[in-house]
C-alpha cells in the first residue's frame, strides 16, 4: 500500500486506531517535511510528539530540532534559546545553542531531554551533556563531575533507575571502544565501571537495552571491518560479562539499527552490512532469549535502512512503533508507524555464571537450615491427650521432616555445582596451559622467522653485489673484445705494408743488375 493510498483511507484525527496489528504503515504528513537525514538523535516527550535532533546529510552535520506532533500529523521546527538567554526571551538560532552533530543519543529525563556525545565539528575531549527543555526551549550544557568518557559516537546510552549507562562507540581519532560508564542523573557524577570476564569487542553503531533493572544487553555493531550479531550480556550487580545462547530465528549481522523495550520484548529495526539493509523487523523476548520476525519490508524500503531512529509512543492506551530516517542509498524523511499487539509479560530470566548459581544456592540453602533450626527447638508445649495439639506437633514435624529434604536437596545441589566449577576451573588451566604453551612455540616461530628474513636479507645484499660484479665483468669482456679486434685489424695492417716493401725492393734490384 503506498502513502497516497493512505491518505486517502485514514482519518488523520484516529489514524492510529486504524491501523492493522504488527504491520508498518508510513504516516501521512501535513505541510512541510524536515530534511532526510540518518545518524540522528530521536526520543518521545509531551506525550505525544517525537523530537528530532541533527543527524547527517551528504557528509555535513545537521543542526537542527524538529518536532512531529502525532496528533496533528504535522512538523515544525524547534527554536532553542541558550541557558542564558532563555529566561529573557531572546531567541537564538539552533545553530549557536546546538552544534551540528551526528551519531549521539537522546534520552528523557523528568521534563527535560539529554543529548550525550556524538560527532560534530565542536571539538572536546570528554563527552558532553547537553539538556533541551521542550516546554521553554531553553538549551545548553549541563556541568558533570568526576571521570568522563572520551568524546565518542556511535556508542549506546541505557538509562538504569536514575543512571545512564554508556557503551562502547568510536572517539573521534577512529579508535573502537568497549569501556563502560555510568552517569548519575541525581549528583551528575561520572563513574568508571570495572566489569569481569570478556566483555564485547570494541564496536560502534549498536544496540542496548535493559531487562529487569539489572541485564544489559548489547546487540550487533560493527568494528571497521565486521559486522557482529552477538548478544552480551552485562549483570549490573555482579559486573560480570556473559554471551548467553539464544533461540529462535537466525540474526543477520548488522549495524546502524535501532532498538526499542516494550516490557520484556526488545525491538530491532532496520540496520544493514554497507552492502545490503536489513528487512526485517526483530523480537527478542529477554526473558527467553529467543528471537523471532515480526514483521518485513522490501530491501530498498526506507525502514532497511542504516542510521534510523525507532522510538515508542502510547496513544489511548496502545503501544505503537515509530521510525524516522535512515540511508540506505538514499537519505529518508518519512515517518512510518507500527501498531503492536499485545504480548504476555513474564519474568525477566536470571542469567548467571556457575559461580553466581552456587552462590544463589548456598544462600537458599543457609536460608532453608536456619528455618529449619528455627522449627527444631521451640518451646513446643504438645500434650499426647491433646488431639488438636497433637495434630500441629504432627504437622510442625512434616513440615520440619520437608524442609531437612529440601536442605539435603538443595546440598547436594551446591555440591554439584562446587564440582561442575571444579571441572571448569581445571578446563580452564589445562586451556590456560595449551596457550602458555602455544605462545612459547609462536613466539620459537617468530624468532626463526625473524633470523630467517635477516639471512634472506644478507642473500639479497650478497646477489645484488654478485649482479654488480657481472655487469662490470660484462663490461670488461666487451673492452677484451675490441681489444681483440684491434689487435687483428693491426696485425693485418703490418702484414699488408710488409708485403707492399717487399715486393717495391724487387724491382729495384732488377733495375739495377
Same mark, same amino acid.
Given at each position: 500500500?503506498?502513502?497516497?493510498?493512505?491518505?486517502?483511507?485514514?482519518?488523520a484525527a484516529d489514524w492510529f486506531s486504524q491501523l492493522a496489528y504488527d504491520q508498518w504503515v508510513p504516516i501521512p504528513v501535513s505541510g512541510a517535511r524536515p530534511s532526510a537525514r540518518y545518524k540522528h538523535?530521536?526520543?518521545?516527550?509531551?506525550?505525544?510528539?517525537?523530537?528530532?535532533? #541533527?543527524? &547527517?546529510?551528504? $557528509?555535513?552535520?545537521?543542526?537542527?530540532?524538529?518536532?512531529?506532533? /502525532?496528533?496533528?500529523?504535522?512538523?515544525?521546527?524547534?527554536?532553542?534559546?541558550?541557558?542564558?538567554? %532563555?529566561?529573557? $526571551?531572546?531567541?537564538?538560532?539552533?545553530?549557536?545553542v546546538l552544534p551540528a552533530t551526528s551519531d549521539h543519543?537522546?534520552?528523557?529525563?523528568? +521534563?527535560k531531554l539529554l543529548l550525550l556525545g556524538g560527532h560534530s565539528k565542536a571539538n572536546s575531549d &570528554?563527552?558532553?551533556?547537553?539538556?533541551?527543555?521542550? @516546554?521553554?526551549?531553553? !538549551?545548553?550544557?549541563?556541568?558533570?563531575?568526576?571521570e568522563a568518557p572520551v568524546s565518542r559516537g556511535g556508542h549506546s546510552v541505557t538509562l538504569v533507575g536514575s543512571r545512564l549507562i554508556i557503551f562502547g562507540g568510536e572517539d573521534r581519532n577512529r579508535?573502537?571502544?568497549?569501556?563502560?560508564?555510568?552517569?548519575?542523573? @541525581?549528583?551528575?557524577?561520572?563513574?568508571?565501571?570495572?566489569?569481569?570476564?570478556?566483555?564485547? %569487542?570494541?564496536?560502534? @553503531?549498536?544496540?542496548?537495552?535493559?531487562? #529487569?533493572?539489572?541485564?544489559?544487553?548489547?546487540?550487533? #555493531? !560493527?568494528?571497521?571491518?565486521?559486522? /557482529?550479531?552477538?548478544?552480551?550480556?552485562?549483570?549490573?550487580?555482579?559486573?560480570?560479562?556473559?554471551?548467553?545462547?539464544?533461540?529462535?530465528? =537466525?540474526? *543477520?549481522?548488522?549495524?546502524?539499527?535501532?532498538?526499542?523495550?516494550? $516490557?520484556?520484548?526488545?525491538?530491532?529495526?532496520?540496520?544493514?552490512?554497507?552492502?545490503?539493509?536489513?528487512?526485517?523487523?526483530?523480537?527478542?523476548?529477554?526473558?527467553?532469549?529467543?528471537?523471532?520476525a515480526l514483521a518485513s519490508v522490501k530491501e530498498r524500503d526506507p525502514l532497511a535502512s542504516e542510521g534510523l531512529s525507532v522510538c515508542s509512543v502510547l496513544i489511548n492506551g496502545e503501544r505503537y512503533l515509530v521510525a524516522f530516517g535512515g540511508y540506505n542509498g538514499k537519505y +529518508?524523511?518519512?515517518? /512510518?508507524?507500527?501498531?503492536?499487539?499485545?504480548?504476555?509479560? &513474564?519474568?525477566?530470566?536470571?542469567?548467571?555464571?556457575?559461580?553466581?548459581? %552456587? %552462590?544463589?544456592?548456598?544462600? *537458599?540453602?543457609?536460608y532453608a537450615l536456619a528455618k529449619s533450626e528455627? =522449627?527444631? /527447638?521451640? +518451646? =513446643?508445649?504438645?500434650?499426647?491427650?491433646?488431639?488438636?495439639?497433637? &495434630?500441629?506437633?504432627?504437622?510442625?514435624?512434616?513440615?520440619?521432616d520437608a524442609?531437612? @529434604?529440601?536442605?539435603?536437596?538443595?546440598?547436594?545441589?551446591?555440591?554439584?555445582?562446587?564440582?561442575?566449577?571444579s571441572r571448569l576451573a581445571e578446563k580452564i588451566d589445562e586451556v590456560n596451559g595449551s596457550h602458555a604453551e602455544l605462545s612459547k612455540e609462536l613466539h620459537s616461530v617468530q624468532g626463526q622467522l625473524v633470523a630467517e628474513r635477516s639471512r634472506c636479507f644478507k642473500l639479497e645484499a650478497q646477489i645484488a653485489e654478485l649482479q654488480k660484479m657481472l655487469e662490470s665483468l660484462q663490461s670488461i669482456e666487451n673492452e677484451v673484445q675490441l681489444l681483440r679486434r684491434q689487435k687483428s685489424t693491426l696485425e693485418q695492417e703490418i702484414e699488408h705494408n710488409a708485403a707492399q716493401r717487399q715486393g717495391s725492393g724487387g724491382v729495384w734490384r732488377w733495375i739495377a743488375g
Open positions: 500500500m503506498g502513502t497516497e493510498e493512505i491518505k486517502k483511507e485514514l482519518n538523535a530521536a526520543a518521545v516527550a509531551d506525550d505525544e510528539k517525537l523530537y528530532v535532533a #541533527g543527524g &547527517s546529510r551528504t $557528509g555535513r552535520y545537521l543542526p537542527d530540532v524538529q518536532v512531529f506532533d /502525532f496528533r496533528g500529523l504535522v512538523w515544525s521546527s524547534l527554536k532553542l534559546k541558550s541557558k542564558v538567554d %532563555a529566561g529573557k $526571551g531572546k531567541e537564538n538560532g539552533a545553530p549557536e543519543s537522546m534520552v528523557k529525563w523528568g +521534563n &570528554s563527552m558532553i551533556v547537553r539538556f533541551m527543555d521542550p @516546554e521553554t526551549h531553553a !538549551c545548553g550544557v549541563i556541568e558533570t563531575s568526576g579508535k573502537l571502544l568497549n569501556n563502560v560508564h555510568a552517569l548519575d542523573l @541525581e549528583t551528575m557524577t561520572w563513574d568508571v565501571i570495572a566489569t569481569k570476564q570478556t566483555p564485547p %569487542a570494541p564496536r560502534f @553503531e549498536h544496540t542496548a537495552a535493559i531487562n #529487569g533493572d539489572r541485564y544489559l544487553l548489547i546487540f550487533g #555493531g !560493527c568494528s571497521h571491518s565486521i559486522f /557482529f550479531n552477538d548478544l552480551h550480556v552485562l549483570d549490573l550487580q555482579t559486573m560480570e560479562w556473559s554471551q548467553p545462547e539464544v533461540q529462535g530465528d =537466525l540474526v *543477520t549481522p548488522r549495524a546502524g539499527h535501532s532498538g526499542v523495550t516494550i $516490557g520484556e520484548n526488545w525491538y530491532i529495526v532496520g540496520g544493514g552490512d554497507n552492502k545490503n539493509g536489513c528487512p526485517e523487523t526483530l523480537v527478542l523476548n529477554m526473558s527467553k532469549l529467543a528471537w523471532s +529518508n524523511n518519512e515517518v /512510518f508507524a507500527m501498531r503492536l499487539k499485545p504480548r504476555d509479560a &513474564s519474568r525477566p530470566k536470571i542469567f548467571q555464571s556457575p559461580a553466581a548459581a %552456587a %552462590a544463589a544456592a548456598s544462600v *537458599t540453602a543457609a528455627k =522449627l527444631e /527447638f521451640p +518451646n =513446643l508445649n504438645l500434650n499426647s491427650n491433646g488431639t488438636g495439639k497433637n &495434630s500441629t506437633g504432627q504437622d510442625l514435624a512434616f513440615e520440619i524442609l531437612k @529434604e529440601e536442605k539435603k536437596v538443595l546440598e547436594l545441589s551446591l555440591t554439584e555445582v562446587r564440582a561442575e566449577n
